[in-house]
């Protein structure tokens, strides 16, 4: 069987493992104070233009969310998120345990708007009581999307506007970033991207690395002692030369784009497969993750030979994804296009 | 130089690094449901008597104490600690933030008493107004405790005793577990220590691992929806195959408690070195950390060649800390055997 | 200007003054371990059924739902609430504020059904991922609902069953259960409500009182060291007496009903008067809140000689609230209704 | 029985419900937007110099400690206070429920000095780890003390210095706040308490209201927001007039100041029986709480007359606590003066 679930089913690219070889014995001091995640916060302040002070290495991304939310916000203070995002669905209420509120808008095409966000902010200020009601202090989105879409910069730029119009910062889930930035809709740079949002996190887990986030605080008042927030939350690993390896390794030379853009392709492919087989999409997603939405058929005819999951429905279909990552192949892709080539789709 | 600063400076052990490099693309499921975990915690079950269901895998330590209290706490109950236990003073208020107090009580070279404990909950019920008072509902320690001794089973019993007396449980901070059950003081294993905590935690960090820690819930209760819980605090690693293959590696041929031995019996040469040279210690430890009280002579005389940690000061010298771990050599202890032979110390 | 915005622009029914007065020179223990807190306990005990020990006073209605769910809920359970809940929208995150998510449905004409809840919690447990999600554990809804409608006994149980099948709780927020209860809508007494519900409150703050809430814990488990949460969350009044003298005053024969019969039975009048007039409604209350849908003209009119309430919009026209109370008089309806009368209404 | 046990024994200066009663049918806006609220903002204004907004009225002393706490610090930052600090000791863990730790110092006479804090901040910069402890950024005193001492306006600002100099900031407790001013131990007015702390309370529940603290942020960035916490707190009372009232009628003329003096002066004359009696004290207070070491013959003396509390015990002698408060009467003292004079005391 071929897996497609997701983009972290193995371990890590293998130049990962062999510098963690490498460099097992080598003595380091804890908690990010060694010389590979100095390295590390080198490349990637080079790259965003953020000091590398205000750059940090998580475990994971749960934990970057809301130890930033955490870090950023006062009591009485939520944070606008998409219905969707991951905040606000699949983190077993982690912000909520912070004491914070998700306030949420529905998405479109995955994302939210500068307008629906205008709004929201309107709304509250408006209202005569709206020292009763949790006070909108940030906005939280993830690029790319839950569904794989890519957020232009121009709305990360209107977003951000907004945000700051309102006394609010702008806060990017980048999981899977790398990933966003490969695909044709990506026309921004991580220091374009650091020069918009407040702080954004470049994802690792689920891009190469066997874990680990590198969070970018651009806004140097969220950044204020973070390293505290970050013990106190867990988040400040004792051998943090785990995460500068990983890191170094990722950012040195670019293999993290390299990595991106391999699993892009792959996905394209993908794409492509399933669009000549007929199937419309629960999503347009130009990164690794694909949604076609398939006929029980096309499920059964799949099912022979390849593992995916199952996202949701439309229209009488099943949505369904199909990732891909660095460990994806060629020869895998290959396999599912001639799957797919010899299905005859004719139910659409 | 050598190193003795503390016992995470390296990686891990060199078989964990070997099978993680061997299963590295492999595909697995994520969140602790892998096969390599399943097998971890089947070792572990073993070894202690407790169901697999209850046994987690978490990433640190500061993590899976704030977690369990988390779980196990009401908001109006607080634990009983040592003064000098880790979460009281070096966790970042990790458990406060989780809305507990930290109830504290003077130790005994390092080492809280039921009497002590029971004392507490006496004056806490006998007191006319203790629904105004944090209610204590749990006593924390550490085996070995922070400065390196080692609770008998039967003082482990007294202390659950007292804590059942009163509705409280015991949990164990395990964070150099290893190291007390190789030392010579240790009269109990790992079933004995199972059957006698609520719930207690085998320290890999400290330990041969790159990092993870093996909770284990003897207590039902505690563990009731415990993965919500991992899951909310951050705690869940999103590749726990990771963390599955490191403890698999630790226990399924006792590597664990080798790795342990060798550390301790290095320790036990160290410390006959610097009693040979006429030192006093902070504490009687008879596990991998030992802490000499020196001279400013001495102190030069061994900053020459080796690194090692201050540790505070009493009857006018300094307490510093050597310790060791996996990844001490035999030579690096002969050559600071050596470097005290030739120190000649009159000064005690 | 005539008044009618809400339910406690007043101070308290002169009975509860006159008592406060009476008792002044009293010498009582604080923290609600008084005669009068004891008496008032014991006619609600009598009412409810529930033992006296699990009833208690609280200051204000946001403290005693946070109280009561603080007390009730683990880590990683939320409440299932309307999207209009009191706890949703009106107090500024207190419920996240205590660690908890607000899980929100939508209502119909105020209320969330059974079936609603069912799919929730179906929706819930049947999720693949369920521990990354939080874990729904009570419902809350307020009886009457914020648009004055009312729930029935049959509703309720039917929401306590769908709880209670998935282990979860009921909790009814009742600051204006009076005048739920004084309706015709109303098919239940207090002790079915009692019987029917895990904790509720019986609101005095809106229903005669200067301040104070009781809230009746019907179900033991959610009750044990109840008083210590109270202290904790500042919900502890250390002259406990003012509401034990509040509560005596209201419940000792019957005056908390016949105030809240006098506002509904004028409320009456005022909806009569509305529909007279031709206005439809935004929602249909038969409580003490009525909520027509006035044209820019009846406002103009109204407002020479009323004050109300903004609410929202619907069907171009513009909801406003009218709220009677034990302070309404004849009077002040009969006002109302000449002024409705002599204005005629044509544009509906 | 005369009871001296406590300063919250009876309800309010008649003065205040009277006023109750007077303005019970005036229909006024609710959460402290009325009229009532706004002259006694004024009037504390006046006395103290800061702006009338940030000054608010909370309901009780737990409550508006933790609200103030909350609104004041960042998740890791926790509150230096002597280890007899009301937060500490006799708040269910409010604070921690807040997030945060409390800080403990050894008090002398029931205070902490300018050195004993900058030792505690020094001890912290000056830990090479202290990212992973708690950071120090308030400090909390109670102004009188626990045992009824009292801090001079030099004591405050040399505590207001070391606070600042680490970017802390300094919270005065002033539960029995009118007791301190009213003593011959007081050298400094409100205006003078004002600029020397960040903020404090003027506390009305003890000293002659039903309920009610008045609290005073000199600070302005503490006060950002405020009403938001209030409300999220459960402290901001739906008929705020209530708590306007009753600072209007304690600060329009002086009462506050009136009803501190009687006490105090009272308290005197209850010191110097006991001093005439041969006890010695178990604090020296010059405030309306007394605390004399008694033997089992005075107390057996005592108890047929008089109800007292019961506070700790010292070099074999009981400490108890006497109080007087508004109500107390001239009658009353010179019943306990006539009863230690005709006991003969020989036993010290």
Known sequence: MILFTC??????????????????????PGYGMDAHSAAARGYISELTGVP??????????????????????RPHEGVLSPETGHINVH?????????????????TNGKITAAQAEAAFEAHY??????????????????PTETGTVYSIGELRALRDTAHKYGATLYVDGAR?????ASDACDFTLRDLAETCDAFYIGGTKVGALFGEALVISNESLGRDFRYI?????????????LGIQFETLFEDGLYFEIS?????????????????????YAESP??????????????????????????????????????????TEEQVAALEKSLAVFSVTAY
């Open 7 to 28: 983009d972290y089913n193995e371990g890590a690219h293998p130049r990962i493992i062999e510098r963690l070889a490498a460099t097992n014995l080598e003595q380091n």
């Open 52 to 73: 590398a002070d205000r750059i940090h290495f998580l475990v994971g991304g749960t934990q970057t969310n809301f130890t930033l939310i955490a870090a950023a916000l």
């Open 91 to 107: 983190e077993s209420g982690a912000v909520e345990a912070t004491g914070h509120k998700v306030i949420t808008l529905p998405p």
């Open 126 to 143: 408006n209202d005569a009581t709206h020292e009763h009601i949790v006070k909108p202090a940030m906005i939280y989105i993830s690029e």
């Open 177 to 181: 970033l790398g990933y966003a930035m």
């Open 230 to 242: 970050m013990k106190q939350r867990g988040a400040m690993l004792a051998k943090g030369r785990l």
């Open 261 to 281: 853009k391999h699993a892009v392709a792959l996905a394209m492919r993908v794409r492509d497969a399933f669009l000549r087989a007929g199937c419309p999409f």
């Open 287 to 328: 990164t690794n993750q694909q949604f076609p939405l398939i006929t029980p058929a096309l499920r059964a005819h799949l099912e022979r030979e390849f593992v995916f999951e199952h996202w949701g429905e439309r229209d009488g279909l099943e949505a369904v994804r199909f990732a891909t990552s660095w460990a994806t």
